[in-house]
């Protein structure tokens, strides 16, 4: 066990990330299953004060983001980077492991101070308002998982483009390779941005700058852009790596070429670009002018051909398949109807005059949980079981996985469909409690339920990974998913010998 | 490790026992952690922020200029049920004179009375008519200390609100005080194109002590002449104030005539003092 812990060797690194995102994934849904428990009925039911409940939903809004989405999309990038680019290791293998070791130390900040004023730490509130030290615990919190995530991504595009086997050229690298470096680009492009509005944030709250403190002549609404310009890239940030796994797993499954690996490329740069034009579709409504509003509107709607590229792509590849249900391949395909229902909410959220309508409602809520929960989440956990084989040399339950696919595709349904309808009946985001109501009622309890059976199925899940990692049957290494297709090489995972 | 016959490599599998153990490390680090969060969960938050315990108070709203009340008619103020006349309930110190300031883009009143059926509507004040943007004539107005007055909009008899004569050194935020004239620096002055100085110009008699009071959140400086004189500062000068800090300009010294002062810090702030 120690000699994972210490290791830099680049499986070993991936595991931990991978086992740190897993258990992130479960705590932090469990804090959703208090907050969907909060919400079943009107008025307070088992948090006690609306403070509580504000801790409770940043915690496991940062949680999720940047200690489950991040870590785990690292983990697999580590796992397969350096064999898709046949090198030995991670360009700096020790760098890897200083970057995989910063972010516990960031989650500990995060989850033990559990700070109130939302994952975007939006001023006035953050600076005046917010308690401390739970407020300075999470900026240096999520300061260091900024780090690391640069450490990480530059450890990836130097092995990607310099430790690139000579005779392998980029276009014939797996498409997962140009997620991966696509989204490492990004990071370091959009990052620095919210790292200095940290800083920015922290002087402010010492109260020896007044960059965003209205009492001292500062501007609120700059740290907004300064956020969004990090964090509307980093969405695609997170999408990247699923769908660059999607990419990577629908072929395999379809026994099919991949239908274009040119448009799957350029989708991924297109949309790495336009990633960039369209933050400002967050603040519509803090009284921006027409035309910055119309120039944003457009240059949202410009990642909606890029991501049909990806979609119509797997469409294609599917398309006359033999295709193997397996579990990751449901998960891959869950998520990508999901994804549909998050695109089309979103081309309904950019439009400016449609989006004063759902702006900070649980429209919002539905729209982005359908991302990162529908397809992000759905993609990596097929990935996952995917991977399994290669991680620990077993195989895990068929028939469970798809249990637990059912269960969480119906849950996840339920919960973030009927929120966008709860948004449009009004209830606004980030409420304790709500006016008592029928239609609210009734919709809350409909997506109650949905997390509950979503609960049980991600509780399900790690109980079938976990009992058959230890206990589960010897997987056939050469190809455990009987797809007559090479599966990844599977002695690069054990270099202790 | 660098090169491997792959074919004939074992598979090594995780085996029960090393599953445990990881599980277990992961448990131990939950459970330190959770004991840690529950322990300290109101310790973590029970600090307000710094800036808000370095920071001074925000100051009062200085006292409006000396011997005069002002009262402001609201934009908005037509539409029934809008806040209208602020402030609401106005402390008048005895012997000060009212005035009410239309902000709204109507005409509007304030009548005394309770409204247009009281017989003795407009008795102890009328403004008349004040058209949108303009203030009324400075209103005197004869009663005891402790008289409340009902008041009301003659054209929009919804808009209803009341003043209270006060001891004149009662007169708080809403009252005028009785001594000598003051200089305001408004909230907001250190915006180029904002407004700065109040009142602009202002007047006043010699031997008069002005009372410069800024009230924004940044220094600022009421220094006589132009940024580019060089007796700039000769006649008068505040030095730097603190936001909210307050300094005399004392005119025993200066001739009877107009003076032009300005900012130190933000040489776009100028305003006029005459002398009389």
Redesign the interface.
Known sequence: MWEILFSTHHTDVGLLYIILGLVAFMIGGALALVIRTELFLPGAQIISDPNTFHRIFTTHGTNMLFLWLLPFASGIGNYLIPIMVKYKDMAWPKLNAVAFWMIPVGMALVWLGMADFTWYATPPYSILSAKGPAAEMWIFGIKILGLSSILGSINFIVTILKMKHPDLPLMKTSLFVWATLVTSIMILVALPTFTAALIMLFTDRLGVSGFFNPNMGGDPIAYQHLFWFTFHPEVYIFAIPAIGMAYELIPKFSRKPLFSYQSGVTAFVLLSIVAFASWAHHMYATGMDFTMKTTFMIGTLAAVPASAMHVFNWIATMWGGRIRFATPMSFVVGGLVLFFYAGAGGVVNSMMPLDFLTHDSYWVVGHFHLFVMGLITFAFLGMLHYMFPMITGRMYNERIGMVTFWLLFVGVSMIFLTQHVLGLYGQPRRTFDYVPVEPLIVMNQISSVGAWITGAGAALLMGNLIYSAGKGKPADMRDPFQLGEQYYDYTRKEPHH | ??E?E?KD?P??????G??????I??AVT?AI?AA??VT??DN????????????PE?PPPPPPAAGVTRIAILAGSSVQGAPDYDPDDAQVPVGNKVVWENRDNVFHTATSGTGPEDAEMSVAFDTGLVNGGESSAEITIDADVGTTIPYFCQVHPYMTSQLTIVEAEEGGATGGSAEGPTLTILAGA?AQGAPDYDPDPLTVSAGDVITVRNAD??FHTATSGAPSDADAGQAFDTDLMEAGATATIDTADLEPGEYDYFCLVHPYMVGKLQIE
């Open positions: 490790m660098a491997h792959h490599e598979v090594l599998l995780t085996s029960p090393r599953m445990a153990r990881g599980i490390i992961v939950l952690g840690v969060v300290q969960f973590f938050f029970s600090q307000s922020a710094p800036v808000t315990r370095i920071q925000t250190s959140n940044v």
